[in-house]
T-cell receptor
Framework: AQKVTQAQTEISVVEKEDVTLDCVYETRDTTYYLFWYKQPPSGELVFLIRRNSFDEQNEISGRYSWNFQKSTSSFNFTITASQVVDSAVYFCALSAANTGNQFYFGTGTSLTVIP | ETGVTQSPTHLIKTRGQQVTLRCSSQSGHNTVSWYQQALGQGPQFIFQYYREEENGRGNFPPRFSGLQFPNYSSELNVNALELDDSALYLC?????????????FGPGTRLTVL
């Protein structure tokens, strides 16, 4: 079975602080994909990044970076120098080759950046 | 390039009624997935349609049904509405039903069942 755990329900940081959102996943598939999505108050999920199980390289995109570690089944997301516009709910999701295109989402982490 | 659109934005129904939600996929996408997102929860997969056929189903009862049209737009139908069906319903489109392809989400339909 596939499962995604986001243990942090809510996080508040002051603007310009760095923040890391944790994501732990479970799967028995050897081929799987991990995603991060952002859900602002408007409700629409915005795609941020995709990683496949064979690519453990970390990625940086502007103020965003992702740390994928298969040894700990984690795919953590760091925002550097946070801004008020980063306030949103962030979801980690998993899909696996043996369960088609079904995404398994975590329960999300609500991030509030205080000016 | 047109993104994923959904209609209506909001809907209020009473228990026992039936509802139809609509989704237009992003240009070039042939796969549509539907998710239910209860308040404070992550989206839960309902089902997926790929080239007009159901291509996977989550743990939802048969009163949740769907359809995909030749232009790849889709409908979600829910019969015999229950109070617990109140949620945000999200539609997502992607290419070819491949698990590695990102899904692009619409703004959702907020359904309230009274």
């Amino acid at each position: 079975a596939q499962k995604v755990t986001q243990a942090q329900t809510e996080i508040s940081v002051v603007e310009k602080e760095d923040v890391t959102l944790d994501c732990v996943y479970e799967t028995r598939d050897t081929t799987y994909y991990l995603f991060w999505y952002k859900q602002p108050p408007s409700g629409e999920l915005v795609f941020l990044i995709r990683r496949n199980s064979f690519d453990e390289q970390n990625e940086i995109s502007g103020r965003y970076s992702w740390n994928f570690q298969k040894s700990t089944s984690s795919f953590n997301f760091t925002i550097t120098a946070s801004q008020v516009v980063d306030s949103a709910v962030y979801f980690c999701a998993l899909s696996a080759a043996n369960t088609g295109n079904q995404f398994y989402f975590g329960t999300g982490t609500s991030l509030t950046v205080i000016p | 390039e047109t993104g994923v659109t959904q209609s209506p934005t909001h809907l209020i129904k009473t228990r026992g009624q039936q509802v139809t939600l609509r989704c237009s996929s992003q240009s070039g996408h042939n796969t549509v997935s539907w998710y239910q997102q209860a308040l404070g929860q992550g989206p839960q997969f309902i089902f997926q349609y790929y080239r007009e056929e159901e291509n996977g189903r989550g743990n939802f009862p048969p009163r949740f049904s769907g359809l995909q049209f030749p232009n790849y737009s889709s409908e979600l139908n829910v019969n015999a509405l229950e109070l617990d069906d109140s949620a945000l319903y999200l539609c997502a489109s992607s290419w070819n039903g491949d698990p590695g392809n990102e899904q692009f989400f619409g703004p959702g339909t907020r359904l309230t069942v009274l």
